[in-house]
Nanobody, 123 residues
Framework: QVQLVETGGGLVQAGGSLRLSCVAS????????MGWFRQAPGKEREFVAA????????TYGDSVKGRFTISRDNAKNTVYLQMSSLKPEDTAVYYC????????????????WGQGTQVTVSS
């Protein structure tokens, strides 16, 4: 069973930055494609970003392109989401997801999900 634990959420002012981290409890992390999703109250879950096994390929949702960057450190079993120029509409619970695949998985499907971390952007 793969466990994913997100950290780094919090309260930030509009225009600010945050970096989310997701640590995976699996020995073969480098064989997993990873993604970030978010869900705001009353809204459907939204794709944010995805990265392939070695970080060589990434893709982003339209609403975050140019502001968010996904990356990974396979030696630390960690995937990151650097968020900049944050807007109030970025407020949501952010989830990390993983799937055992060397290909870029994009919007899914993913097999494993974290519990989420809250990001709140004040205006």
């Amino acid at each position: 069973q793969v466990q994913l634990v997100e950290t780094g959420g919090g309260l930030v002012q509009a225009g600010g930055s945050l970096r989310l981290s997701c640590v995976a409890s699996v020995r073969t992390f480098s064989t997993y494609a990873m993604g970030w999703f978010r869900q705001a109250p009353g809204k459907e879950r939204e794709f944010v970003a995805a990265i392939n096994w070695d970080g060589g390929s990434t893709t982003y949702g339209d609403s975050v392109k140019g502001r968010f960057t996904i990356s990974r450190d396979n030696a630390k079993n960690t995937v990151y989401l650097q968020m900049s120029s944050l807007k109030p509409e970025d407020t949501a619970v952010y989830y990390c997801a993983g799937r055992r695949s060397v290909l870029l998985t994009g919007t899914g499907p993913y097999d494993y999900w974290g519990q989420g971390t809250q990001v709140t952007v004040s205006s």
